[in-house]
């Protein structure tokens, strides 16, 4: 193995630390106490799981969490007045509505029904439009965790040629548009990309975000090139038991690129530690204090 391993969950105590030393600080000067609010429809057991790990963390990082659970048959009415009283709650600066909600629910809809403001996940079309037109904004944890990463190999990102693969609006998009805010050369390639392996292989930085298990092998790799891998997929393994795996070949490409990032251990940890950095950021802004560069 040759590739430098970007250890994620290093990074993310270390940005934790920051947040929860900064959130005491806003207790200690403001008394202000940054809060959470979590919202669950239905009990899909991974989600079930993301949603109290985002829950016990805000709590470890000195902040208010409260966790809304409904029913998988709950209606759309029933969803948005839940995000309509925590918009008006002054305890909640930060809400985060757990996708994917159930097919009777629009989730553009609700997505859009929170307050700006108040939206940590950085999915409302405001901070969506923000974030592309260069205004600051609520951006999306796991590409914001994604730059971080990359950031620990290249200082800066400039004129670098970055491929993304995957065009989700929780993931691909915001993380070309953090790119390109970053003056990266950028690439986003979807399931209609024509000879995927070609483009890939000119990249000094790839993103793999689709959802497909290992999908991104050696032969796509340029040598020593850095390689953030954002899948997560439950594969099958021994004895009737499942394992995590990422969208790349880890042990194959760890063999050529320069840098790797490993699942579980990598993007995961970051999401969650830029999760209670929103959260941090969301109650300064909403209290009219500076939001903290950390
Ligand atoms: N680590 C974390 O914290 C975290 C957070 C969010 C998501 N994830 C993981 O990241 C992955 C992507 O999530 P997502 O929500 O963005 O998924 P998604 O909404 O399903 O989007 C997948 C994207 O991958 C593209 N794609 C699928 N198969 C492809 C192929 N064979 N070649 C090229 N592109 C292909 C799709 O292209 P089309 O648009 O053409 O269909 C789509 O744009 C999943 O494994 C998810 O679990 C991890």
């Known amino acids: 193995m040759t590739a430098r391993i970007i250890s994620g969950k290093a990074l993310a105590d270390e940005l934790f630390a920051k947040v929860a030393a900064e959130a005491g600080r806003l207790a200690r000067d403001h008394g202000l ?22 829950s016990n963390k805000a709590v470890a990082a000195g902040m208010r969490s409260s966790m809304h659970k409904l029913p998988a048959t709950a209606s759309q009415d029933e969803l948005l007045g839940i995000v309509r009283q925590l918009n008006d709650d002054r305890s909640v600066h930060g809400i985060l509505v757990q996708l994917p909600l159930p097919p009777q629910i629009d989730t553009h809809q609700v997505i859009a029904a ?5 939206d940590v996940d950085g999915f409302h079309p405001v901070n969506a439009g923000r974030l592309t037109t260069g ?14 990463l990359a950031k620990t190999v290249h200082s800066s990102l400039a004129g670098l040629d970055a491929v993304v693969i995957g065009r989700s609006n ?18 986003i390639a979807h399931s ?11 990249a000094d930085l790839v993103f793999a975000a689709t959802g497909r298990p290992q999908m991104v092998k050696r032969d796509w790799v340029k040598p020593g090139a850095t390689i953030i891998d954002v899948g997560i997929n439950r594969v099958a393994a021994a004895a009737g038991r499942q394992h995590i795996v990422g969208d790349v070949a880890f042990a194959e490409v760890a063999e050529v ?4 990032t490993p699942v579980p ?14 959260t941090l950021r969301a109650a300064c802004g909403i209290a009219g204090l500076p939001v903290p560069d950390l």
């Open 135 to 148: 205004l600051p904004a609520l951006v999306p944890c796991t590409p914001l965790g994604c730059i971080r």
């Open 170 to 187: 929780i993931v691909g998009k915001p993380l070309a548009q953090l790119l390109l805010a970053e003056n990266a050369t950028v690439t």
């Open 192 to 202: 209609r990309t024509r000879d995927l392996p070609a483009v890939t292989r000119r």
């Open 114 to 118: 929170i307050a700006p403001a108040k």
């Open 257 to 260: 690129a320069g840098a790797l």
């Open 33 to 54: 106490e940054p809060g959470l609010a979590v919202v669950l429809v239905g009990n899909n057991p991974a989600s079930e799981i993301y949603v109290s790990s985002k």
């Open 265 to 278: 251990g990598g993007v995961g940890p970051m999401t969650i530690a830029c999760l209670m950095l929103n």
